[in-house]
Structures are given as C-alpha cells and as structure tokens.
C-alpha cells in the first residue's frame, strides 16, 4: 500500500513539475556583412525592453538604429523586431520576449524565451537584462564585422 502511494505522489509531482516549464529557443544569426541593425520600435512593449536590446547589440559592436513603428523590415539591410510581455506573481516579471532579426526582408534568426508555463517555478523572476543580453549573445555569436583596417600611409625617410 505505501509503494502504491509513493508512486502516485512521484507521478503527481512529475506532473505538477512538467507543467511549470520555462523554455528558450534560440536560432542565431549567421555572419553578417554589415555592423548596422536597425530595431523597429514596438509601442506595445516596454521602452526599457528595447533600450537594453539596443545596448546588448552596441556590447557586441553593432552600430543600432532605432525606427518608428511604422518602420517595415525591408527599411534597412539588417533590422529586427521584439516583442515582451511583463507578469505579475508576487513581482513583475519578464514572462516572454522574442527578437526575430530579418536581412534583406527575410529571416535570418530568432530567439524567444517564454516563462508563461512557469506557474510555480521560481526561476521565472529573472533579471530583464540579463535575460536579452543572454539572448543576443546567442542570437549574435561573432558579434559584428571587423571593419577593415585603415592602413597609415608611411612616407619613406632617405638617409
């Protein structure tokens, strides 16, 4: 009888823990050719979101626009989208964000973490920016193009 019971209370606490899932998703970016990124404003998600996107990008060398939100994708070479939810569970929190980068109108990387499903895991409660910095350093793994070097011209000295 207690086997019996051990038993269901391991299946019901491996149920109640596979329902409280957090779970990231990353495909990177492959090597671009430019160091220029332009961020489409999203109006529906924090600006703090996007400041820290934007300064996550400028770490790994990046020259960053910021456009309007009425900006499309194709506006630039390199651009990228975001979107990010807050939650509230005893704090604010970041349950969800996604950055979905184009080159030359077509996808070329993503990345989405989701804690929607964390329900009682606490490791929900995530610092925001560490999070998107974790995300772009995936997203972004060469960081920008060396810009090539600029070569001094040098005059020769006759002795």
């Known amino acids: 009888m207690k086997s019996a019971n051990i ?14 899932s957090i779970t990231q998703t990353v495909n990177p970016v492959p090597p671009l050719d430019t160091n220029s990124i332009c961020i489409i404003n999203n109006d529906n998600a924090r ?3 996007r400041d820290a996107y934007k300064r996550a990008l400028e770490k790994k060398n ?10 499309v994708i194709t506006d630039c070479n390199v651009s990228s989208t975001y979107t990010a939810n807050w939650r509230w569970d005893l704090a604010m929190y970041m349950a969800y964000a996604e950055i979905i980068v184009f080159k030359n109108g077509q996808k ?5 973490y989701s804690s929607l499903s964390g329900g009682a895991n606490m490791g929900k409660f995530i610092h925001a920016e560490t999070k998107i ?23 020769k000295t006759s002795k």
Do not use: R
Not at 62 to 71: G, N, Q, R
Not at 108 to 112: L, S
């Open 7 to 20: 038993g269901l209370v391991s299946i019901l606490l491996v149920g109640l823990l596979s329902g409280c």
């Open 47 to 49: 600006e703090t979101f």
């Open 62 to 71: 990046y020259e960053v626009k910021v456009l309007p939100a009425s900006a």
């Open 108 to 112: 070329a990387g993503d990345a989405v």
């Open 133 to 155: 910095n974790e995300l772009v350093d995936l997203l972004f793994p060469g960081g920008a193009p060396q810009q090539p070097e600029q070569k001094i011209p040098v005059k």
